[in-house]
Every structure is written in C-alpha cells, then in structure tokens.
Nanobody, 122 residues
C-alpha cells in the first residue's frame, strides 16, 4: 500500500517561514515526479511545485523566489521550504507523487497525501 504523509504545517504570521515534509512508503518514486498541490477555501486545487528526475523543478508563478522544493530519493521524501509567507498562501497543502513517467510529465499525480494545513495571518 502506497502512502504519502505530510508534516510541517502550522499557523504563522506574514513574512514567516515553514518547511513541509512528505515521506512516501510502499514503493520508490525514484525517477518519477513528486510535488505539492494546495487548495484554499473556495478555490480550485493548484500545483505549487514539482520535482522530476534529473533535478528539474517547476514552481507556480505566485511562489517563485519564495518557495523551494527538494527531494531525497534515498528517503523517498520530498520537501517544500516556504519563505516570506503571505496570507494568500493559506491553504491545505498536499504531497503528491506519480506512478508513471507519463503522469510525471503531465503533473497528473495519482498518489496524494492527506494534506497539512498552512495558515498565514496578516
């Protein structure tokens, strides 16, 4: 059974930082995409950042320069360092992973964590 478990969410003030962690179990995701989505109340779920084989990364425009995604394949883990947080970053953050190369290339993730709440106050 594949499981992705997130940790590191919390309540912070604008300008603060948080570091999210996600550890996968049940299979290895080496060579496949892993990343983070988020969903705020009343808004659609959006991709925040992703990392792929070869060290390539993707960030949504709103977090570029503030967030950094990284991974440790030996630990089957992916991380998201979030700096200079803004109230608009408030959302449930989900760790995601892809089971195939095709899904990785299209950010069509089929494994999802339970989510961790990030709340940023003004």
């Amino acid at each position: 059974q594949v499981q992705l478990v997130e940790s590191g969410g919390g309540l912070v003030q604008a300008g603060d930082s948080l570091a999210l962690s996600c550890t996968a179990s049940g299979r290895s995701f080496t060579g496949l995409g892993m990343g983070w989505f988020r969903q705020a109340p009343g808004k659609e779920r959006e991709i925040v950042a992703a990392t792929y084989s070869g060290g390539s990364t993707y960030y949504t425009d709103s977090v570029k320069g503030r967030f950094t995604i990284s991974r440790d394949d030996a630990k089957n883990a992916v991380y998201l360092q979030m700096n200079s947080l803004k109230p608009e970053d408030t959302a449930v953050y989900y760790c995601v992973a892809a089971s195939t190369v095709m899904r990785s290339l299209t950010n069509d993730y089929d494994f999802w964590g339970q989510g961790t709440q990030v709340t940023v106050t003004p």
